[in-house]
């Protein structure tokens, strides 16, 4: 059974950091590119960031600088930290499985075409 399972979310105050984690099935972990989106209320999900296989990364260039996307392969788990966090309403943060291809272009359509979706993680900064 393919699972992603996230967690690290939570409420932070502004300029503070937290990191979010997906934990991931073996079978599709280490053969996907595998990517952090998130979804604000009344707004669409959009890329924060991914990461190949191979560890190349993409991300939105609004999160440039303060995210950082990693992955462990040999415990097939996701991770993203952030750091100087601000307040943008209360979006959830899900990781996702996406199909291959290009870089950036995988990650920029996996939003719409991933293979497999996690339950997501809220994340809230107060002011």
């Known amino acids: 059974q393919v699972q992603l399972v996230e967690s690290g979310g939570g409420l932070v105050q502004a300029g503070g950091s937290l990191r979010l984690s997906c934990a991931a099935s073996?079978?599709?972990?280490?053969?996907?590119?595998m990517g952090w989106y998130r979804q604000a209320p009344g707004k669409e999900r959009e890329l924060v960031a991914g990461?190949?296989?191979?560890?190349?990364?993409d991300y939105a260039d609004t999160v440039k600088g303060r995210l950082t996307i990693s992955r462990d392969n040999a415990n097939y788990t996701l991770y993203l930290r952030m750091n100087s966090l601000q307040p943008e309403g209360t979006p959830i943060y899900y990781c996702?499985?996406?199909?291959?291809?290009?870089?950036?272009?995988?990650?920029?359509?996996?939003?719409?075409?991933?293979?497999?979706w996690g339950k997501g993680t809220q994340v809230t900064v107060s002011s």
């Open positions: 996702a499985a996406c199909p291959p291809g290009p870089v950036p272009l995988l990650f920029r359509r996996c939003a719409d075409t991933a293979r497999y």
């Open positions: 073996r079978s599709i972990f280490n053969i996907n590119g």
């Open positions: 990461i190949t296989s191979g560890g190349r990364t």
